[in-house]
């Protein structure tokens, strides 16, 4: 499920600090840049209520969520407004568990390859690799080696268009976005432009 929409553009667009007055716009320009995939953090203003905005307002096609899910009650309030995401900054077992018990996609985060075998006995869908700023290319090459050949691999934190192809190379499927793509005193046209900016250069890099 969660390969379908990483098909045409592995980027997950992370709105940290989103606002729910400015959810159905920041979601289009994402969408119009081709994102198929977006989450907002819980530790954003009314966060569950942007999640519902865009949940409803986004095309049948995109996969709309919730980051820095920390425990079993608020994937419930995920599912709740209709959010089929749960991307979490760490492991917890209970969490993927329940998670995959009510059918949602479920991204942990992990530092460590006991973390990321765990995770996926779990039913994890992916692994988010977090924070990759302190998880260098070479070490995501080492556990590219020894994972299942199958699994989703997706770095966050500190991913920028001039920096992608090294994790690229090492075996990345995609990557989360922060900070580079958006930020709550972006206007709406610059998180725009950032987004065609990380799209175009996703398909200079993958072309051929």
């Not at 990483?6 to 667009?13: M, R, V």
């Not at 991204?107 to 977090?130: C, N, R, S, W």
């Not at 989360?176 to 950032?194: D, Q, R």
């Amino acid at each position: 499920m969660l390969r379908d929409y990483l098909t045409e553009l592995p980027l997950i667009a992370i709105l940290r600090g989103l606002k729910p007055e400015n959810a159905e716009a920041v979601g289009n320009v994402l969408v119009e840049a081709g994102f198929r995939i977006i989450e907002v953090p819980l530790n954003s203003p009314d966060p569950f209520r942007s999640i519902g905005i865009l949940a409803k307002t986004m095309p049948k096609g995109v996969l709309v969520g919730a980051g820095t899910v920390m425990n079993p009650e608020q994937v419930h309030g995920v599912r709740d407004v209709g959010g089929r995401l749960i991307v979490m900054p760490h492991a917890d077992i209970e969490v993927i568990e329940v998670a995959k018990e009510q059918e949602l996609v479920c991204t942990p985060g992990v530092a460590t390859p006991t973390e990321a075998f765990a995770a996926l006995k779990a039913g994890a869908d992916a692994i988010k690799i977090f924070p990759a700023e302190a998880i260098p290319p070479a070490v995501v090459k080492a556990w590219r080696a020894v994972l299942p050949k199958e699994t989703v691999v997706l770095p966050v934190g500190g991913i920028k268009p001039d920096n992608m192809k090294p994790y690229l190379d090492a075996g990345a499927n995609g990557f989360g976005l922060g900070s580079a793509l958006f930020t709550p005193s972006m206007s709406v046209e610059e998180i725009g432009g950032n987004a065609r900016a990380f799209a175009t250069a996703w398909q200079v890099l993958t072309a051929g």
